[in-house]
């Protein structure tokens, strides 16, 4: 224990008066360890991360504890002086790298002025051309002129983690460095990550949302929740055998490609160390909550070195992974609802034509799940538009029922209209901030239903029930919903026509892992009680196993592959395929980075604009 | 339903704009008691006139006295008759050019901005012309052509109005057009019409309501000039911008004629500006508080 790099001690940062962020959070780590923190959006992990170089965000304060770095008491310090240590001795990756490039500058040039500032007097060449090597760039001069637009979002964030080790500083904190990256190159990242971690003896703090990322790169692993650390302990003893009801859930609601499951929803959304009034923060949400947890849970032994902060941590059930998630239904038996054949489609992106779709052909039949699967720039967003009517294919034939439809979806009959509804990725924009609930919802029933009066009215509050929201949410506005709210009142909206098919374009990709898993598991129990068809875009493997049937695989608007889910994951026989399935982060045993490195390239033949305009198509 | 219809969404519209967060400023009630003051003139002076505005009532330009309290004017009418009658001009003229204005802006700036065609662009050029125009200079053009009249001075002002207020939404428009709640409308196939003025409509009409108050002012303004330079009402009719002109050459002996309605003028457009400053800061809270909820996850 002498060798301990990074001590923080019961931390607490608030907000103002009375309103903590972090509440008495501590942490050690030992040289070359990494420490995984994990939670969802709120729960402090970030402003813990930014705490241990001694930084809080305008606004927030450090009110008590301390954090030490390599015997240095950085809490203390002069602002000047924490400088000294930022970049040499403690050093952050940040998230986004696309905002934490200054875009004015060369890489080389934001390079060399970390380098000069911690390390003058030293070559700073030699130390830039190390650096570049140690994360898998090229160090030529040509690539360091190049500025960040140049780069692909896999090799920005690789400079980003360059700069934090240009001068080789004891630990680093690394705030969910993949989050917004395409899976191939996550694998490939985290797979350097923890190379250079073995190499150099670096001790980590890794953050993110992410269970399964977090598991495969972390010694030790602790769970945040409104502001605490709830649970901490050794990786596989975390994964293994959660002892809070919280980790539990989180591990519950993760899917997984290797071991396809149902996922399982926690209730309610996560709460804020704000809004918390004492107790366990988590009661409110939990299965196994009883008049003790008005009480604040002391952090308890719960095996070797395995700490958690709940009363009734022995009776936490242990995660049964069911396999038989998928229902294997003979879907293809029955005639295809949706057929689309030989699909062509683009759009101008700077001047340049981008291939959405090359000669697609796939089906849904009714009451079936297919998935679209891809990274960015797969075409599978594009699509989902051309069968809703959105975006009008260049060529190729989408049909309903064995009727072919019109390319825009004002000139197709009400009908089709109705049969087909969309449900959009983020529900921050899917719903007009100037229309209630209940306005949202009843449109469609009254223009394709022709539902009118109190019929209506009574119609909303059945869909609300549906896709289980309280009816007292009808005269609401949207800026007072969460987001796994708002997505649920998209999809009433879109249950509204009482559709045969719903599109989902990445409809869980905005929300946190708990409430992913409550959206999947309404989508999955409309398809069983309503025997409506799903088309399910995704870019998450895991996601798609737990709840598809069929699957087709897209890389830049081709299909490399379709078929069973579970073949497909099981035995994929397109190398892309096989590319995908191996990178996807997985909480199972075979952890692909836990010996070794998978063979992957980071793709960089898709550069990073390509990624951009999919996401303003 | 069309009523309940009507003031639901002009209720959804100018929501943002709490008449208490105006109010609450020390600008806002400056502001909205100068504006009431004026307004009161104007709207309820006709009734306490002691003359007929139009009626020769003295000698031109006496001092004020017991019987004409302002003076009389250079044709020897009463000041205060002229001045308490001549206020409904101004504000009706420069109210319908604004109103005018907002209209057809907002009609081209949620046409081309939704539909961007080529006709959408070709609008847009003949806006940009239009922008390139000196008001005055094309108001003045058009007096000439058109003859000098109110409708002519209203439509005018108007289209000064148009290419500015059609830019910003415009841009407010292509901002919200991709948005889910847009492509959803568009997908269970709506009419342009609902989408434009049920989904697009009220999402952009914040951004140019900041600045109504500035918009009246301008149109009072121009509204004035051009009445002082005689091509817009004509006399006999009592205006406070016509008040100007006719008696700037009494300035020296009978100044009444010309301060009172210049004052009123220039309260009318401080008021405008001060109401005008205290809307824009409470949008300006308001869209704080709303970009702070639309990024909580």
């Known amino acids: 224990m002498t060798d301990r790099v990074l001590v923080a001690r019961d931390l607490c940062i608030e907000a103002g008066p009375r309103s903590p962020i972090v509440d008495g959070v501590s942490m050690e780590l030992a040289r070359g360890e990494v420490l995984g923190v994990v939670g969802e959006?709120?729960?402090?992990?970030?402003?813990?991360?930014?705490?241990?170089?001694?930084?809080?965000?305008?606004?927030?304060?450090?009110?008590?504890?301390?954090?030490?770095?390599?015997?240095?008491?950085?809490?203390?310090?002069?602002?000047?002086?924490?400088?000294?240590?930022?970049?040499?001795?403690?050093?952050?990756?940040?998230?986004?790298?696309?905002?934490?490039?200054?875009?004015?500058?060369?890489?080389?040039?934001?390079?060399?002025?970390?380098?000069?500032?911690?390390?003058?007097?030293?070559?700073?060449?030699?130390?830039?051309?190390?650096?570049?090597?140690?994360?898998?760039?090229?160090?030529?001069?040509?690539?360091?002129?190049?500025?960040?637009?140049?780069?692909?979002?896999?090799?920005?964030?690789?400079?980003?983690?360059?700069?934090?080790?240009?001068?080789?500083?004891?630990?680093?904190?690394?705030?969910?460095?993949?989050?917004?990256?395409?899976?191939?190159?996550?694998?490939?990242?985290?797979?350097?990550?923890?190379?250079?971690?073995?190499?150099?003896?670096?001790?980590?703090?890794?953050?993110?949302?992410?269970?399964?990322?977090?598991?495969?790169?972390?010694?030790?692993?602790?769970?945040?929740?409104?502001?605490?650390?709830?649970?901490?302990?050794?990786?596989?003893?975390?994964?293994?055998?959660?002892?809070?009801?919280?980790?539990?859930?989180?591990?519950?609601?993760?899917?997984?490609?290797?071991?396809?499951?149902?996922?399982?929803?926690?209730?309610?959304?996560?709460?804020?160390?704000?809004?918390?009034?004492?107790?366990?923060?988590?009661?409110?949400?939990?299965?196994?909550?009883?008049?003790?947890?008005?009480?604040?849970?002391?952090?308890?032994?719960?095996?070797?070195?395995?700490?958690?902060?709940?009363?009734?941590?022995?009776?936490?059930?242990?995660?049964?992974?069911?396999?038989?998630?998928?229902?294997?239904?003979?879907?293809?038996?029955?005639?295809?609802?949706?057929?689309?054949?030989?699909?062509?489609?683009?759009?101008?992106?700077?001047?340049?034509?981008?291939?959405?779709?090359?000669?697609?052909?796939?089906?849904?039949?009714?009451?079936?799940?297919?998935?679209?699967?891809?990274?960015?720039?797969?075409?599978?967003?594009?699509?989902?538009?051309?069968?809703?009517?959105?975006?009008?294919?260049?060529?190729?034939?989408?049909?309903?029922?064995?009727?072919?439809?019109?390319?825009?979806?004002?000139?197709?009959?009400?009908?089709?209209?109705?049969?087909?509804?969309?449900?959009?990725?983020?529900?921050?924009?899917?719903?007009?901030?100037?229309?209630?609930?209940?306005?949202?919802?009843?449109?469609?029933?009254?223009?394709?239903?022709?539902?009118?009066?109190?019929?209506?009215?009574?119609?909303?509050?059945?869909?609300?029930?549906?896709?289980?929201?309280?009816?007292?949410?009808?005269?609401?506005?949207?800026?007072?919903?969460?987001?796994?709210?708002?997505?649920?009142?998209?999809?009433?909206r879109a249950l509204a026509a009482d559709p045969e098919l719903l599109v989902c374009d990445e409809i869980t990709s905005a929300l946190d892992v708990s409430v992913q898993a409550a959206v999947m598991e309404l989508i999955a129990d409309l398809r069983r009680s309503l025997g409506i068809g799903v088309l399910l875009i995704s870019h998450d493997l895991g996601l798609v196993a737990s709840v598809a049937d069929r699957l087709v695989v897209l890389q830049r608007g081709h299909v490399r592959e379709q078929g069973n889910v579970r073949e497909i994951l099981a035995s994929p026989r397109d190398e892309y395929t096989r590319q995908l399935v191996s990178a996807a982060p997985t909480l199972a045993s075979d952890r692909p980075w836990a010996n070794g490195e998978p063979e992957l390239n980071d793709g960089e033949g898709q550069d990073g604009a390509r990624a951009d305009t999919e996401l303003l198509s | 339903m069309s009523v309940a219809g009507a003031v639901r969404s002009g209720r959804r519209i100018v929501a943002p704009v709490r008449s208490a967060r105006v109010l609450r400023s020390g600008t806002g009630r400056a502001g909205v008691a100068l504006g009431a003051l004026v307004l009161l003139i104007a709207v309820f002076g006709p009734f306490f006139a002691p003359h007929s505005p139009t009626a020769l009532v003295g000698a031109p330009f006496s001092a004020p006295s017991a019987h004409f309290p302002l003076g009389t004017d250079f044709l020897g009418r009463d000041v205060l008759s002229r001045v308490l009658c001549g206020g409904r001009t101004v504000i009706e003229l420069a109210m319908s050019a604004t109103v005018l204005g907002y209209l057809g802006g907002l009609t081209i700036g949620l046409l081309t901005g939704y539909n961007r065609g080529l006709a959408g662009n070709a609008l847009m050029r003949i806006v940009d012309v239009l922008l390139a125009f000196p008001p005055i200079l094309f108001l003045l053009v058009l007096a000439t052509g058109a003859g000098p009249s109110p409708e002519a001075l209203v439509i005018g002002v108007a289209i000064t109005h148009v290419p500015s207020i059609a830019r910003i939404v415009r841009a407010a428009t292509l901002q919200v057009a991709h948005r889910g709640y847009v492509e959803a409308a568009v997908a269970r196939g709506e009419r342009t019409r609902y989408i434009l003025r049920r989904e697009i409509a009220p999402n952009v009409l914040q951004a140019i309501f900041a600045d109504l108050g500035v918009r009246l002012t301008w149109s009072i303004l121009l509204v004035a000039s051009v009445n002082f330079l005689g091509l817009g009402l004509q006399p006999p009719q009592a205006d406070w911008a016509l008040m100007i002109s006719e008696n700037r050459e009494g300035l020296a002996i009978q100044p009444w004629a010309v301060v009172v309605p210049g004052l009123l003028i220039a309260l009318l457009t401080i008021a405008c500006n001060l109401v005008a400053d205290a809307i824009a800061e409470s949008l300006g809270v308001s869209a704080q508080a709303a970009t702070l909820d639309g990024t909580r996850l």
């Not at chain 1, 009400?414 to 919802?441: K, W």
Request: aromatic share 4%.
């Open chain 1, 41 to 492: 959006s709120g729960s402090g992990k970030t402003s813990t991360a930014l705490a241990m170089l001694g930084f809080f965000r305008s606004g927030l304060s450090l009110t008590r504890g301390t954090v030490e770095i390599s015997g240095q008491l950085i809490t203390a310090m002069p602002e000047s002086k924490r400088r000294l240590l930022r970049g040499r001795v403690i050093s952050y990756v940040p998230q986004e790298p696309g905002v934490a490039l200054n875009p004015s500058l060369r890489i080389g040039e934001q390079l060399r002025r970390m380098v000069s500032r911690h390390l003058p007097g030293s070559d700073a060449e030699q130390v830039i051309r190390e650096t570049m090597e140690r994360v898998d760039l090229p160090s030529q001069p040509a690539f360091l002129r190049r500025f960040p637009h140049q780069l692909s979002g896999g090799q920005q964030q690789r400079v980003t983690i360059a700069i934090a080790l240009a001068c080789r500083p004891t630990v680093a904190v690394l705030d969910e460095p993949t989050t917004g990256l395409d899976v191939v190159v996550q694998a490939s990242l985290l797979a350097g990550i923890k190379r250079l971690q073995s190499e150099t003896g670096l001790a980590m703090v890794y953050v993110s949302h992410d269970l399964a990322v977090v598991a495969s790169v972390a010694d030790r692993i602790a769970v945040m929740y409104a502001g605490r650390v709830i649970e901490e302990g050794p990786t596989k003893s975390i994964i293994d055998a959660p002892r809070h009801p919280y980790t539990r859930g989180l591990i519950a609601a993760i899917p997984d490609s290797r071991s396809p499951r149902n996922i399982v929803g926690m209730p309610g959304v996560a709460a804020r160390a704000l809004a918390w009034q004492g107790g366990c923060a988590f009661a409110l949400r939990c299965e196994q909550r009883t008049d003790k947890c008005t009480v604040d849970p002391p952090f308890e032994n719960a095996g070797r070195l395995h700490h958690v902060r709940c009363f009734h941590w022995q009776r936490t059930r242990p995660v049964t992974h069911d396999g038989a998630a998928v229902a294997d239904g003979d879907h293809d038996a029955r005639a295809p609802l949706l057929e689309v054949t030989e699909l062509n489609a683009g759009y101008a992106s700077r001047g340049e034509r981008v291939v959405a779709s090359a000669g697609v052909s796939f089906f849904v039949s009714s009451g079936e799940c297919l998935a679209l699967v891809g990274e960015s720039g797969s075409g599978k967003t594009t699509i989902a538009r051309c069968i809703s009517g959105l975006h009008a294919p260049d060529s190729g034939v989408i049909q309903l029922a064995g009727t072919p439809l019109a390319p825009r979806a004002a000139d197709r009959p009400r009908d089709a209209r109705r049969r087909i509804q969309i449900v959009f990725q983020n529900p921050y924009d899917s719903l007009n901030p100037r229309h209630t609930v209940r306005d949202a919802v009843s449109r469609p029933a009254r223009l394709l239903r022709g539902i009118a009066g109190p019929q209506l009215r009574s119609q909303v509050d059945v869909l609300l029930e549906q896709v289980r929201l309280p009816t007292t949410v009808a005269d609401r506005y949207p800026a007072e919903l969460s987001g796994g709210e708002r997505q649920r009142v998209a999809i009433a």
